[in-house]
């Protein structure tokens, strides 16, 4: 069961910056598409970026220029560098991956979710 770890969460001054980690253990198979969501107190989840096994990413307009996401294939890891932050992108930050397996339908997992909280 391949199952998803993040890190790198804190609290940071707004104008800060934080770089989120999320690794992938026990996969047997491959990873395809993998992406960050955040939920804030109180509201629905939202999507905040992904990115294909091929590199390409997509992004929220909400963070769009202010965070990149990226992955590193061979250690399966992806990342989510947030710069310029702002008190409304305090959240819990998760991050979830499509597992593909052969001749089998593909299915998602998520991680267990980091705090990032922005505040003076």
């Known amino acids: 069961q391949v199952q998803l770890v993040e890190s790198g969460g804190g609290l940071v001054q707004p104008g800060g910056s934080l770089r989120l980690s999320c690794a992938a253990s026990r996969s047997s198979f491959a990873i395809g598409a993998m992406a960050w969501y955040r939920q804030a107190p109180g509201k629905e989840r939202e999507w905040v970026a992904d990115?294909?096994?091929?590199?390409?990413?997509n992004y929220a307009d909400s963070v769009r220029g202010r965070f990149t996401i990226s992955r590193d294939n061979a250690k399966n890891t992806m990342y989510l560098q947030m710069n310029s932050l702002k008190p409304e992108d305090t959240a819990v930050y998760y991050c979830?991956?499509?597992?593909?397996?052969?001749?089998?339908?593909?299915?998602?997992?998520w991680g267990q979710g980091t705090q990032v909280t922005v505040s003076s």
């Open positions: 990115i294909t096994g091929g590199d390409k990413s």
């Open positions: 979830t991956a499509k597992i593909l397996r052969p001749l089998r339908p593909p299915y998602d997992v």
